[in-house]
Protein backbone atom coordinates (compact mmCIF):
# COMPACT_ATOMS: atom_id res chain seq x y z
CA UNK A 1 0.00 0.00 0.00
CA UNK A 2 1.54 3.32 -0.84
CA UNK A 3 2.54 6.20 1.35
CA UNK A 4 0.51 8.27 -0.90
CA UNK A 5 -2.81 6.27 -0.27
CA UNK A 6 -2.00 5.81 3.44
CA UNK A 7 -1.67 9.91 3.91
CA UNK A 8 -5.04 10.25 2.33
CA UNK A 9 -6.31 7.39 4.22
CA UNK A 10 -5.74 9.05 7.68
CA UNK A 11 -8.89 11.18 7.84
CA UNK A 12 -11.41 8.06 6.41
CA UNK A 13 -12.71 4.89 8.55
CA UNK A 14 -12.78 3.77 4.72
CA UNK A 15 -10.67 4.61 2.12
CA UNK A 16 -11.31 3.16 -1.19
CA UNK A 17 -8.97 4.65 -4.35
CA UNK A 18 -9.70 3.10 -7.73
CA UNK A 19 -10.66 0.08 -6.62
CA UNK A 20 -11.55 -2.65 -9.75
CA UNK A 21 -12.85 -6.44 -9.24
CA UNK A 22 -13.19 -8.92 -11.99
CA UNK A 23 -15.19 -12.40 -12.45
CA UNK A 24 -12.85 -13.47 -15.18
CA UNK A 25 -12.77 -11.42 -17.86
CA UNK A 26 -15.58 -9.34 -17.22
CA UNK A 27 -14.89 -6.46 -15.22
CA UNK A 28 -18.25 -6.03 -12.54
CA UNK A 29 -16.47 -2.79 -10.82
CA UNK A 30 -13.64 -0.23 -12.35
CA UNK A 31 -11.66 2.24 -10.69
CA UNK A 32 -14.12 2.92 -7.92
CA UNK A 33 -12.36 5.53 -5.62
CA UNK A 34 -14.35 6.39 -2.22
CA UNK A 35 -14.08 7.96 1.39
CA UNK A 36 -16.19 7.65 4.28
CA UNK A 37 -15.75 9.04 7.26
CA UNK A 38 -16.08 7.52 11.02
CA UNK A 39 -19.35 7.60 12.07
CA UNK A 40 -21.08 8.27 8.61
CA UNK A 41 -23.71 6.44 7.38
CA UNK A 42 -23.49 5.91 3.58
CA UNK A 43 -26.38 4.29 0.92
CA UNK A 44 -24.73 2.96 -1.86
CA UNK A 45 -27.56 3.11 -4.28
CA UNK A 46 -28.18 2.44 -8.17
CA UNK A 47 -29.89 -0.34 -10.36
CA UNK A 48 -28.95 -4.14 -10.81
CA UNK A 49 -25.24 -4.91 -11.54
CA UNK A 50 -23.91 -1.50 -10.96
CA UNK A 51 -21.64 -2.94 -7.98
CA UNK A 52 -22.81 -2.03 -4.87
CA UNK A 53 -22.87 -5.67 -3.36
CA UNK A 54 -19.23 -5.80 -5.09
CA UNK A 55 -18.13 -2.84 -3.18
CA UNK A 56 -19.52 -3.78 -0.05
CA UNK A 57 -18.00 -7.31 -0.17
CA UNK A 58 -14.54 -5.73 -1.13
CA UNK A 59 -14.92 -3.60 1.77
CA UNK A 60 -15.93 -6.33 3.75
CA UNK A 61 -12.89 -8.91 2.61
CA UNK A 62 -14.89 -11.07 1.08
CA UNK A 63 -13.51 -10.62 -2.38
CA UNK A 64 -10.11 -9.81 -3.87
CA UNK A 65 -9.48 -7.08 -5.78
CA UNK A 66 -7.90 -6.72 -9.50
CA UNK A 67 -6.16 -3.52 -8.89
CA UNK A 68 -6.57 -0.51 -6.50
CA UNK A 69 -6.61 -0.38 -2.92
CA UNK A 70 -8.86 -0.49 0.18
CA UNK A 71 -8.32 0.33 3.65
CA UNK A 72 -10.18 0.35 6.94
CA UNK A 73 -8.90 2.43 9.57
CA UNK A 74 -5.77 3.20 7.54
CA UNK A 75 -5.13 -0.86 8.02
CA UNK A 76 -4.92 -2.36 4.53
CA UNK A 77 -8.14 -5.11 3.74
CA UNK A 78 -6.75 -8.23 3.22
CA UNK A 79 -9.40 -10.02 4.29
CA UNK A 80 -12.85 -10.52 6.22
CA UNK A 81 -12.02 -8.98 10.01
CA UNK A 82 -13.76 -8.38 13.12
CA UNK A 83 -13.61 -4.63 12.58
CA UNK A 84 -16.48 -5.40 10.03
CA UNK A 85 -19.95 -6.49 10.76
CA UNK A 86 -22.04 -7.38 7.87
CA UNK A 87 -25.87 -7.69 7.46
CA UNK A 88 -27.57 -9.53 4.39
CA UNK A 89 -30.55 -9.52 3.25
CA UNK A 90 -31.53 -13.05 3.87
CA UNK A 91 -30.59 -12.75 7.45
CA UNK A 92 -27.97 -15.72 7.47
CA UNK A 93 -29.14 -16.59 10.82
CA UNK A 94 -27.89 -20.55 12.04
CA UNK A 95 -31.53 -22.08 12.30
CA UNK A 96 -30.31 -24.94 14.74
CA UNK A 97 -29.24 -22.22 17.03
CA UNK A 98 -31.75 -20.47 19.32
CA UNK A 99 -31.44 -16.51 18.90
CA UNK A 100 -28.93 -16.52 22.21
CA UNK A 101 -26.84 -18.77 20.32
CA UNK A 102 -27.07 -16.80 17.28
CA UNK A 103 -26.44 -13.76 18.48
CA UNK A 104 -23.53 -14.88 20.72
CA UNK A 105 -22.05 -16.65 18.11
CA UNK A 106 -19.05 -14.57 17.47
CA UNK A 107 -18.00 -13.81 20.72
CA UNK A 108 -18.11 -17.46 21.92
CA UNK A 109 -16.06 -18.30 19.15
CA UNK A 110 -13.36 -15.48 20.84
CA UNK A 111 -13.68 -17.46 24.12
CA UNK A 112 -16.79 -15.17 26.04
CA UNK A 113 -17.14 -16.78 29.50
CA UNK A 114 -21.06 -18.27 29.79
CA UNK A 115 -21.57 -15.03 32.09
CA UNK A 116 -20.12 -12.74 29.14
CA UNK A 117 -21.86 -14.19 26.69
CA UNK A 118 -25.40 -13.57 28.90
CA UNK A 119 -24.65 -9.62 29.00
CA UNK A 120 -23.66 -9.38 25.34
CA UNK A 121 -27.15 -11.46 24.43
CA UNK A 122 -29.11 -9.60 26.96
CA UNK A 123 -27.94 -6.08 26.13
CA UNK A 124 -28.17 -6.33 22.25
CA UNK A 125 -31.57 -8.43 22.33
CA UNK A 126 -32.90 -5.46 24.60
CA UNK A 127 -31.61 -3.13 22.09
CA UNK A 128 -33.38 -4.63 19.08
CA UNK A 129 -36.40 -4.94 21.17
CA UNK A 130 -36.18 -8.98 20.99
CA UNK A 131 -35.13 -9.46 25.38
CA UNK A 132 -37.73 -11.82 25.45
CA UNK A 133 -37.08 -14.20 22.69
CA UNK A 134 -33.68 -15.73 23.44
CA UNK A 135 -35.00 -19.25 23.83
CA UNK A 136 -36.61 -19.00 19.83
CA UNK A 137 -35.51 -20.59 17.50
CA UNK A 138 -35.24 -18.51 13.75
CA UNK A 139 -38.26 -20.34 12.01
CA UNK A 140 -40.64 -19.02 15.14
CA UNK A 141 -39.94 -15.15 14.42
CA UNK A 142 -40.97 -12.97 11.42
CA UNK A 143 -39.24 -11.47 8.85
CA UNK A 144 -38.43 -8.24 10.35
CA UNK A 145 -37.26 -10.03 13.62
CA UNK A 146 -34.67 -12.28 12.19
CA UNK A 147 -33.55 -9.47 10.54
CA UNK A 148 -33.59 -7.41 14.22
CA UNK A 149 -31.45 -10.99 15.65
CA UNK A 150 -28.79 -10.45 12.40
CA UNK A 151 -28.44 -7.35 13.24
CA UNK A 152 -27.72 -7.73 16.54
CA UNK A 153 -25.46 -10.88 15.77
CA UNK A 154 -23.58 -8.60 13.80
CA UNK A 155 -23.45 -5.85 16.19
CA UNK A 156 -22.17 -8.52 19.31
CA UNK A 157 -19.19 -8.53 17.42
CA UNK A 158 -18.45 -5.27 18.51
CA UNK A 159 -17.20 -3.96 14.90
CA UNK A 160 -16.56 -0.61 13.79
CA UNK A 161 -18.06 -0.72 11.08
CA UNK A 162 -21.79 -2.28 10.21
CA UNK A 163 -22.23 -3.24 6.39
CA UNK A 164 -25.56 -3.90 5.32
CA UNK A 165 -26.74 -4.94 1.90
CA UNK A 166 -30.40 -4.72 1.34
CA UNK A 167 -31.20 -5.72 5.05
CA UNK A 168 -35.18 -4.96 4.78
CA UNK A 169 -35.39 -5.49 0.79
CA UNK A 170 -37.60 -8.38 1.45
CA UNK A 171 -39.80 -6.77 4.00
CA UNK A 172 -43.08 -5.24 3.94
CA UNK A 173 -43.30 -1.37 3.30
CA UNK A 174 -44.82 -1.05 7.07
CA UNK A 175 -42.36 -3.31 8.72
CA UNK A 176 -38.85 -2.07 6.93
CA UNK A 177 -40.22 1.77 7.65
CA UNK A 178 -40.02 0.88 11.23
CA UNK A 179 -36.60 -1.16 10.94
CA UNK A 180 -35.34 2.02 8.97
CA UNK A 181 -36.15 3.94 12.35
CA UNK A 182 -34.78 1.41 14.65
CA UNK A 183 -31.71 1.53 12.76
CA UNK A 184 -31.00 5.35 12.74
CA UNK A 185 -31.98 4.94 16.72
CA UNK A 186 -28.74 2.67 17.01
CA UNK A 187 -27.09 4.48 14.48
CA UNK A 188 -27.36 7.72 15.93
CA UNK A 189 -26.70 5.99 20.37
CA UNK A 190 -22.70 5.22 19.10
CA UNK A 191 -22.40 6.45 15.66
CA UNK A 192 -21.03 3.76 14.01
CA UNK A 193 -19.63 4.15 10.44
CA UNK A 194 -22.09 2.33 8.36
CA UNK A 195 -22.48 1.45 4.55
CA UNK A 196 -26.22 0.44 3.76
CA UNK A 197 -26.83 -0.97 0.05
CA UNK A 198 -30.40 -0.34 -1.30
CA UNK A 199 -32.64 -0.15 -4.27
CA UNK A 200 -34.90 2.57 -2.68
CA UNK A 201 -34.24 6.02 -3.10
CA UNK A 202 -36.58 6.86 -0.65
CA UNK A 203 -34.79 4.57 1.56
CA UNK A 204 -31.54 6.49 0.78
CA UNK A 205 -33.49 9.86 1.51
CA UNK A 206 -34.12 9.05 4.80
CA UNK A 207 -31.27 6.75 5.90
CA UNK A 208 -28.38 8.67 4.64
CA UNK A 209 -26.00 11.18 5.15
CA UNK A 210 -24.04 10.50 1.72
CA UNK A 211 -25.70 8.79 -1.08
CA UNK A 212 -23.19 7.41 -3.45
CA UNK A 213 -25.08 6.78 -6.72
CA UNK A 214 -23.41 4.04 -8.78
CA UNK A 215 -23.75 2.95 -12.48
CA UNK A 216 -23.54 -0.56 -14.39
CA UNK A 217 -21.51 -1.95 -17.43
CA UNK A 218 -19.56 -1.47 -15.96
CA UNK A 219 -20.14 -1.03 -11.54
CA UNK A 220 -18.85 2.49 -10.99
CA UNK A 221 -19.62 5.50 -8.97
CA UNK A 222 -21.82 8.29 -10.86
CA UNK A 223 -22.43 10.93 -8.27
CA UNK A 224 -21.52 11.47 -4.53
CA UNK A 225 -24.55 13.36 -3.06
CA UNK A 226 -24.46 15.20 0.61
CA UNK A 227 -28.24 14.41 2.22
CA UNK A 228 -28.67 17.99 4.18
CA UNK A 229 -31.76 17.28 5.46
CA UNK A 230 -32.51 17.91 9.42
CA UNK A 231 -32.45 14.98 12.07
CA UNK A 232 -35.18 13.43 12.77
CA UNK A 233 -35.84 13.45 9.13
CA UNK A 234 -39.85 13.79 8.14
CA UNK A 235 -40.78 11.28 5.30
CA UNK A 236 -43.67 14.17 4.87
CA UNK A 237 -41.44 17.50 5.04
CA UNK A 238 -40.60 19.26 1.49
CA UNK A 239 -36.40 18.90 2.69
CA UNK A 240 -37.38 14.91 2.35
CA UNK A 241 -38.97 15.56 -0.54
CA UNK A 242 -35.86 17.85 -2.24
CA UNK A 243 -33.71 15.00 -1.32
CA UNK A 244 -35.56 12.76 -2.97
CA UNK A 245 -36.08 14.30 -6.34
CA UNK A 246 -32.12 15.12 -6.36
CA UNK A 247 -31.00 11.17 -5.73
CA UNK A 248 -33.85 10.73 -8.28
CA UNK A 249 -32.43 12.64 -10.91
CA UNK A 250 -28.45 11.54 -10.50
CA UNK A 251 -30.58 8.16 -11.46
CA UNK A 252 -31.80 8.93 -14.41
CA UNK A 253 -29.25 11.01 -15.66
CA UNK A 254 -31.72 14.18 -15.10
CA UNK A 255 -29.42 16.07 -12.63
CA UNK A 256 -27.50 19.38 -12.57
CA UNK A 257 -23.85 18.46 -12.13
CA UNK A 258 -23.48 16.99 -8.68
CA UNK A 259 -19.50 17.59 -7.72
CA UNK A 260 -17.79 14.65 -6.71
CA UNK A 261 -16.53 14.99 -2.53
CA UNK A 262 -13.60 12.84 -2.56
CA UNK A 263 -10.23 12.87 -3.33
CA UNK A 264 -8.68 11.17 -6.20
Known sequence: MTSDFMAKAKTAAIAVRSATVRYGPREVLTTVTLDVRAGEFVCLLGPSGCGKTTLLNAIAGFLPLAAGEIAVDRAPVCGPGGDRGMVFQEYALFPWFTVFENVVYGPKLRGASRAEQRRIADHYLALVKLDKYGHCYPNQL??????????????????????MDEPFGALDAMTRESLQQELLDLWQADRRTCIFVTHSVGEAAFLAETV???????????????????????RTSDAYFSMYRKIDAALRDKREPVAQTVAA
Open 142 to 163: SGGQRQRVALARALANQPSILL
Open 212 to 234: VVMKAEPGRIDAVIANGSPRPRD
